[in-house]
């Protein structure tokens, strides 16, 4: 009977990653995936929809390339070379998943899990029609489609109109989050006519007001219906009813209705009752309310995206091998992966108001890098929010240009708790966009 140090259950961006480094630190690690490694983000979610909205975007720059110069009179839109670039870049991606497992000395097992329960304080994960025992358990099941709950059917799953075949000439989409907006980018640059329906008060909601009111801006300027403050009623076919603000029913005829409200955790069938466990709630050390059970990613519900699962994970392993390790959720970024993209991270000047703390915002509009102005960028900005007292960095919010790529600049000073006065002193190479960074703190 082998008995691991850690049994790893999902092969999405929490578990391999996980398992890795589980590996390499010396714990026998053994990796149970019932379906394909990457997870939904690797095969159905982020990687697919980056593929092909970057296809999308050079289209689009091609038809509004004349300005700098480029003239092309016969530009074209092949779809079957797009999903074709997009399918190889999947199978490249879960191949390096694969060598990388090998390579680290993991046990993948191809089956689906089963907790059966503990034996003598062990974990016992059944692995199809073999068990397996653990001294530790990471769960990290990932998610699936929230349902919506209205009557109706014919509703497609934001994830599948990465795979469509042919474009819609029309599109209503559900949810306004980041996954419903880039959705909504790639169809319309695509030719279809879409409409997004988000229950809350503005698109974006979980971030910065001012990036949602960007968001609107940059989307509407495309020909993007926005409709905000409406909640879906029912959808029929072709035909989707909504209340307004105002709580008058309208309706909204489309060839598509996609489904972008949400995920919700997937652990359903695992058998965790068996280990006297009723959710995969976790504390900041990713440890659920069952000693040396853990889970990350998806599944906890704490912070769905890839790059907040693969820093779960590693506080999770940290924290089996006994280094104390406890995530700050405001320092991991949110990204909206739009043409015109929009990243924040930390404190909004209104979310550290209201905690009390006495802070002060700077902003800068993107336009004051000349690489950004150059390159026809127009609108877009930096805001930086810090303690008016001490100058301590609390939260950088960027809208425009290629602000996930920013962003990741604005999270390590965050983690190294820099000053606007450090930021001043800080060279950044010129001409970047990165300087509105700068900018932003001597405003």
Request: hydrophobic fraction near 40%.
């Amino acid at each position: 009977m082998d008995i691991f140090d850690l049994a790893v259950i999902g092969g999405g961006p929490a578990g391999y990653s996980a398992a890795i480094t589980a590996a390499k630190s010396g714990l026998k690690t053994a990796l149970i995936e019932k379906d394909e490694l990457g997870g939904v983000c690797l095969n159905r979610g982020c990687i697919p929809s980056k593929a092909m909205l970057h296809s999308a975007k050079i289209f689009r720059q091609t038809l509004d390339s004349e300005k700098f110069g480029v003239t092309c009179k016969e530009a074209d839109f092949n779809l079957g070379t797009a999903l074709a670039h997009k399918n190889d870049v999947i199978c490249q991606l879960k191949c390096g998943i694969a060598d990388s497992l090998e390579h680290a000395g993991v046990k993948v097992i191809n089956a689906e899990a089963y907790i059966k329960g503990k034996a003598a304080g062990l974990t016992t994960p059944a692995a199809g029609e073999n068990d397996i025992y653990s001294k530790n358990l990471l769960i990290c099941t990932g998610s699936r489609p929230k349902e919506l709950e209205i009557p109706g059917a014919d509703i497609t799953d934001v994830s599948d109109v990465y795979n469509l075949d042919t474009i819609p000439r029309s599109a209503v989409i559900i949810g306004g989050g980041a996954s419903g907006l880039e959705a909504a980018e790639y169809l319309n640059a695509l030719g279809c006519r879409v409409s997004v329906i988000e229950q809350a008060e503005r698109i974006a909601p979980t971030m910065d007001k001012d990036i949602s009111a960007f968001l609107r801006r940059s989307l509407k300027k495309s020909g993007i219906n926005i409709l905000t403050s409406c909640r879906v009623v029912s959808a029929d076919g072709r035909s989707i009813k909504y209340t307004d603000a105002r709580e008058k029913e309208k309706t909204a005829e489309a060839d598509i209705i996609i489904n972008a409200s949400g995920r919700t955790a997937c652990y359903d069938g695992l058998g965790i009752e068996n280990i006297e466990l009723e959710n995969l709630s976790t504390d900041n050390h990713m440890q659920t309310a069952v000693p040396g059970v853990y889970a990350a990613g998806d599944a906890n519900q704490k912070a769905m995206s890839a790059h907040a699962a693969y820093r779960e994970s590693a506080a999770a392993i940290n924290n089996i091998l006994g280094k104390t390790d406890e995530i700050d959720y405001l320092a991991i970024p949110q990204v909206v992966f739009t043409f015109s993209e929009a990243a924040s991270i930390g404190e909004t000047l209104e979310s550290a108001l209201t905690k009390g703390i006495d802070a002060v915002c700077g902003e800068a509009p993107l336009r004051s890098s000349g690489r950004f102005f150059a390159e026809g960028g127009q609108d877009g900005f930096c805001k930086i929010i810090s303690e008016n007292t001490s100058g301590r960095l609390l939260g950088v919010h960027i809208a425009g240009g290629n602000a996930s790529e920013l962003i990741y600049g604005a999270a390590a000073m965050l983690a190294n708790k820099m000053t606007v006065e450090e930021i001043k002193n800080t060279a950044f190479p010129h001409p970047t966009v990165s300087e509105a960074i700068r900018e932003a703190v001597f405003r």
